[in-house]
């Protein structure tokens, strides 16, 4: 039998309290329940006055209704409040009964122009919400696993200019000059003058020359490429967690950076955590960067790099280093003898061309008019040869398998749960706040079940 009541409830008046609508197992009563939202005030109370002005919506309303957006990837501020008028779990979590008025779309917008802006407010949002994953032992920062991932930008590709690129300072510059004028000393060689000062090779304005594409809507982004992708105007998001997906640190920037270059702004901050190994990918995989792991007593666990000849061509590892007498020996065993080190850090064996011209394996070794084979060396070499070491260690392998499972997966719920593929903000101060409270939204969901699931078995 058919029934036919569907409006029938439509203006019945019943009486209900608002924690009775809202389901015990309700992710935002779970996460109510996890953590103690009043530390919100401390954060913020230098921010408001204390005797004048009008009253404010509260603070933690405030933080709470982005946490909504960011907790169930709502596209925009303006969507998000339409959500919480017609959500009775939503306006349980704020605390606003079902006839109160939600705070207008653009109240938290102003609050973090007046408010908030110029301020790390989201980032110790994030570490007090770290701070509980610890205090319940649930993060175990041993074994770090480190990837950067790219959000688009809220810009144009079109609108866009040109200008000449700012050459940044790397973070090992100073060490590694210091180290190439030893080197150099050590092998008899001058001293190599500054750029500055070599008329042979005069400063260019700005930078080395080269040119890169800024985006005239949010100049803080930057022109990413990489492999198939889309060509797009983008933020690098470097991230850590750590082998239970916990994240553990992140930073912010222009899409065109490489990894490497970023990569001691987001180590320096997890320095304190007790890390013993880094699980990195290829673009981690430098001199400079194993060298500061190592050096801090760090385990860098890279993966294997295919080499870059050319086919046909010898591969690097079939010329022979010999230590003691600091040259290589080609496949032919002909001696290639140190000749300088360069500005890069890389010191330079050479062939004897006298002894190549004749050689059977010339076309295998190089096509130089001169026929002098180079094979260069870099200062810290020896500390890729440790990397290699710690590479084949028994349990290794299948540690840089847990990437997979680990960063990669947590990049894939922020893009698909979490709204993180694209950025609808300007500016890379917006940029931080939005990874931040999404890492932070990340980091309490999971927290809230598994303390939930805790107190079920207790009981």
């Given at each position: 039998?058919?029934?036919?009541?569907?409006?029938?409830?439509?203006?019945?008046?019943?009486?209900?309290?608002?924690?009775?609508?809202?389901?015990?197992?309700?992710?935002?009563?779970?996460?109510?329940?996890?953590?103690?939202?009043?530390?919100?005030?401390?954060?913020?109370?230098?921010?408001?006055?204390?005797?004048?002005?009008?009253?404010?919506?509260?603070?933690?309303?405030?933080?709470?209704?982005?946490?909504?957006?960011?907790?169930?990837?709502?596209?925009?501020?303006?969507?998000?409040?339409?959500?919480?008028?017609?959500?009775?779990?939503?306006?349980?979590?704020?605390?606003?009964?079902?006839?109160?008025?939600?705070?207008?779309?653009?109240?938290?917008?102003?609050?973090?122009?007046?408010?908030?802006?110029?301020?790390?407010?989201?980032?110790?949002?994030?570490?007090?919400?770290?701070?509980?994953?610890?205090?319940?032992?649930?993060?175990?920062?041993?074994?770090?696993?480190?990837?950067?991932?790219?959000?688009?930008?809220?810009?144009?590709?079109?609108?866009?200019?040109?200008?000449?690129?700012?050459?940044?300072?790397?973070?090992?510059?100073?060490?590694?000059?210091?180290?190439?004028?030893?080197?150099r000393e050590e092998h008899g060689k001058k001293?190599?003058?500054?750029?500055?000062?070599?008329?042979?090779?005069?400063?260019?304005?700005?930078?080395?020359?080269?040119?890169?594409?800024?985006?005239?809507?949010?100049?803080?982004?930057g022109w990413f490429h990489k492999g198939e992708?889309?060509?797009?105007?983008?933020?690098?998001?470097?991230?850590?967690?750590?082998?239970?997906?916990?994240?553990?640190?992140?930073?912010?920037?222009?899409?065109?950076?490489?990894?490497?270059?970023?990569?001691?702004?987001?180590?320096?901050?997890?320095?304190?955590?007790?890390?013993?190994?880094?699980?990195?990918?290829?673009?981690?995989?430098?001199?400079?960067?194993?060298?500061?792991?190592?050096?801090?007593?760090?385990?860098?666990?890279?993966?294997?790099?295919?080499?870059?000849?050319?086919?046909?061509?010898?591969?690097?590892?079939?010329?022979?280093?010999?230590?003691?007498?600091?040259?290589?020996?080609?496949?032919?065993?002909?001696?290639?003898?140190?000749?300088?080190?360069?500005?890069?850090?890389?010191?330079?064996?050479?062939?004897?061309?006298?002894?190549?011209?004749?050689?059977?394996?010339?076309?295998?070794?190089?096509?130089?008019?001169?026929?002098?084979?180079?094979?260069?060396?870099?200062?810290?070499?020896?500390?890729?040869?440790?990397?290699?070491?710690?590479?084949?260690?028994?349990?290794?392998?299948?540690?840089?398998?847990?990437?997979?499972?680990?960063?990669?997966?947590?990049?894939?719920?922020?893009?698909?749960?979490?709204?993180?593929?694209?950025?609808?903000?300007?500016?890379?101060?917006?940029?931080?706040?939005?990874?931040?409270?999404?890492?932070?939204?990340?980091?309490?969901?999971?927290?809230?079940?598994?303390?939930?699931?805790?107190?079920?078995?207790?009981?």
């Open positions: 039998m058919m029934t036919q009541n569907a409006d029938k409830n439509r203006f019945q008046v019943q009486m209900y309290t608002m924690d009775e609508l809202v389901p015990n197992d309700h992710l935002l009563r779970l996460i109510d329940r996890a953590i103690d939202w009043s530390f919100i005030y401390d954060l913020v109370e230098e921010k408001y006055s204390t005797d004048n002005g009008r009253p404010s919506v509260d603070p933690v309303v405030l933080i709470k209704i982005a946490f909504i957006q960011y907790l169930y990837g709502i596209r925009s501020m303006r969507q998000t409040v339409q959500e919480i008028e017609v959500n009775v779990a939503y306006r349980w979590f704020l605390g606003l009964d079902m006839a109160e008025k939600t705070p207008h779309f653009s109240t938290f917008s102003k609050n973090y122009t007046r408010r908030f802006k110029d301020t790390d407010l989201f980032e110790q949002i994030f570490e007090r919400i770290l701070y509980e994953c610890y205090r319940y032992k649930l993060v175990d920062p041993k074994e770090v696993f480190i990837d950067a991932t790219h959000v688009k930008a809220n810009a144009n590709n079109k609108k866009m200019q040109k200008r000449i690129a700012k050459k940044e300072a790397l973070f090992y510059e100073e060490q590694l000059k210091e180290e190439i004028q030893r080197d001293p190599l003058k500054d750029k500055d000062d070599d008329p042979k090779d005069p400063p260019i304005t700005g930078g080395d020359g080269k040119t890169e594409k800024v985006s005239t809507t949010d100049p803080e982004s992708h889309k060509e797009v105007f983008a933020y690098a998001v470097e991230t850590a967690c750590d082998k239970h997906g916990w994240i553990l640190g992140y930073t912010v920037n222009p899409g065109n950076l490489h990894d490497s270059r970023t990569f001691k702004g987001l180590y320096d901050k997890l320095q304190s955590t007790g890390i013993e190994t880094a699980i990195m990918d290829a673009g981690y995989k430098t001199p400079a960067i194993a060298k500061t792991l190592i050096d801090d007593g760090v385990q860098p666990l890279f993966p294997y790099k295919r080499p870059m000849t050319k086919d046909g061509y010898f591969r690097k590892h079939e010329y022979v280093y010999d230590e003691y007498y600091d040259c290589y020996i080609c496949p032919n065993h002909q001696v290639l003898k140190y000749a300088t080190t360069n500005r890069e850090g890389y010191r330079e064996y050479k062939s004897d061309p006298r002894k190549c011209v004749g050689c059977p394996h010339l076309s295998q070794c190089t096509n130089s008019k001169n026929h002098v084979k180079v094979i260069t060396r870099h200062i810290w070499e020896s500390y890729m040869e440790i990397c290699e070491d710690i590479r084949h260690t028994a349990g290794m392998k299948e540690l840089y398998k847990q990437r997979k499972e680990t960063i990669e997966r947590l990049f894939g719920t922020a893009k698909e749960a979490h709204g993180f593929r694209y950025t609808n903000m300007i500016g890379a101060a917006r940029m931080r706040m939005k990874v931040g409270l999404t890492y932070a939204a990340m980091n309490l969901k999971k927290l809230a079940r598994i303390l939930a699931k805790r107190e079920l078995v207790m009981v």
